[in-house]
Each structure stands twice: as C-alpha cells, then as structure tokens.
C-alpha cells in the first residue's frame, strides 16, 4: 500500500493521511481548514436577494441555485481536488481512499480530474474528521 493517502473531509475541514499497509497506522501529512464554510450564511452575501413585481401585483424574489455556502463548499472540493492532482503527478500518491460527510463526498469526487480518480481506491460517506486516526482507522476497518 506505498504511496496510498487517507483524505477525510467535510465542507469546512479535510485531513490527509499516509498508510504503509492495509492495516497500518494512519500518519497525519496535511490539515486544511476551510473556515469559510462555518460562517453563518448571512455574512457570505451581500446583497439580499433580488425582488420584481408581476403584472399581477404579486411580489416574487429571485433566487440562484447554488447558495453562497454551497459555493464555499465547492470551492474546498476544488482546492482539496488540486492538492490531489498535483501529489499524483509529482508521484506522491498511488492510491486514495476518499473519506467524505455524504454532502461533501459528491463534490469532491465530482472535483478530481479523471485521472486521480483513476487511483481513488475506495470511498466511505462517513463524516469522520474530528476523530483521531486511531479512531478513523477502526471505523474504516469495520466500515
């Protein structure tokens, strides 16, 4: 298992692990925190949401899809998908094991260039990252 790496994510954190075996200690290499992604929605935009009146008098808002957060979130995924291409082409990682909240697992695979999720492993929707490696490793081991 050279070369394998742990990424364990969510929206506002991910932690990237090595492993020398299947079995063996995960060893923390990276830690990102996306503080972004805990501010409180209101203060990600700052406009209100835009208003018009139909010809009925009625009053409606307009609304994106993609909320300001969801935004943050996709840009996390990007950041953590760029650190993962650049470790694959300087030949740092063979292989990845993604460890993702199930909202977030989406977006980061849907992030990776085809060709480091050519080397994705395995994937677990777990949200476990405020858990030690330990503690990662057992649940991974009974996931």
Known sequence: MPNTWVVV??????????????LGELVERE?????????KESR???DRQG????SSGRLHTFSSEE??????????????ADRL????????????????APEFLGR?????DDETRKHVE????????????KEIRSRLLNA
């Not at 994510?9 to 299947?22: E, N, Q």
């Not at 925190?33 to 501010?39: G, I, K, L, Y």
């Not at 909320?67 to 953590?80: G, I, V």
């Not at 980061?108 to 990776?112: D, E, G, K, V």
Request: aromatic content about 6%; glycine content about 4%.
């Open 85 to 100: 291409r650049g470790a694959r082409n300087e030949g740092e990682l063979d292989r990845l094991v993604l460890v993702a």
């Open 9 to 22: 994510a969510d929206s506002g954190s991910a932690r990237i692990f090595t492993a020398d075996s299947p």
């Open 31 to 39: 830690d990102y925190a996306h503080s972004e992604a805990r501010v």
């Open 44 to 46: 990600l935009v700052s």
């Open 51 to 54: 208003r018009t009146v139909s």
């Open 67 to 80: 909320t300001p957060r969801d935004a943050e979130s996709r840009a996390f995924a990007k950041l953590l």
């Open 122 to 133: 395995s994937e677990f929707s777990l949200n476990l990252t405020s858990l030690s490696a």
């Open 108 to 112: 980061l695979r849907s992030a990776l």
